[in-house]
């Protein structure tokens, strides 16, 4: 059973520049959520889509957004980039909403701003 | 407000001997507690749960304890080995709540020398 996959794995950018991130949940997964990791902040939790409505957000400014299709593959999406946007961005999949045991990762996109 | 909190960003442990990870939380609504292991360029992997009924479970060398009183949990690793260094994230959640996501301490940062 393929894992949750994240694409790219990595990507360089410029501030300014505007950016969008990948993810694919395991097959049968219906809720996907969105989380940045930062050394001084730790995991952050971005937002949750399930049936491609955004359940629950962080946060986080608007130039954050992120949306779900109906596959439940998920895209987040940065504007307006900023230097402290450099991060990994983790995306996990679980079968429902409110089941974190069922919860899994991908492993993540590295995104560095220049 | 960080309601998750691993107040040790390191740990450094001799092989064969303990590893005691600690974790804080303030939200008293938390009924799922987890903890994730992390290699760098990787995602979290999950690692034991304890749910708030409990306060112990055990899994091989990794047992959970929870004191709700105290609002603390604790991870221990007996006995420890070279490739347990990885940094450990305390992880917390409403199972079935409205929120599906996980709410993340900063994580700690094991490392096992030989």
């Known amino acids: 059973k393929a894992g949750v996959t994240q694409t790219p794995r990595y990507l360089i950018k410029t501030r300014g520049q505007q950016v969008t991130l990948s993810c694919s949940p395991i097959s049968g997964h219906r809720s996907v959520s969105w989380y940045q990791q930062t050394p001084g902040q730790g995991l952050q939790f971005l937002f949750e889509y399930f049936s491609e409505t955004q359940r629950n957000k962080g946060n986080f400014p608007g130039r954050f957004s992120g949306r779900q299709f109906s596959n439940s593959r998920s895209e987040m999406n940065v504007s307006t980039l900023e230097l402290g946007d450099s991060a990994l961005y983790l995306c996990a999949s679980s079968l429902d909403p409110g089941t974190p045991l069922s919860q899994h990762f991908g492993d993540g996109t590295r995104l560095s701003i220049l | 407000d960080q309601q998750v909190k691993q107040n040790s960003p390191s740990l450094s442990v001799q092989e064969g001997r303990i590893s005691i990870l600690n974790c804080d939380y303030t939200?008293?609504?938390?009924?799922?507690f987890l903890w994730y292991k992390k290699y760098p360029a990787e995602g979290p992997t999950f690692l034991i749960s304890i749910s708030s009924i409990k306060d112990k479970n055990e899994d091989g060398r990794f047992t959970v304890f929870l004191n709700k009183s105290a609002k603390h949990l604790s991870l221990h690793i007996v006995p420890s080995q070279p490739g347990d260094s990885a940094v450990y994230f305390c992880a917390a959640s409403v199972y079935g709540g409205s929120q599906g996501n996980l709410i993340f301490g900063k994580g700690t940062k094991l490392s096992v020398k030989p």
């Open positions: 939200n008293s609504m938390f009924d799922y």
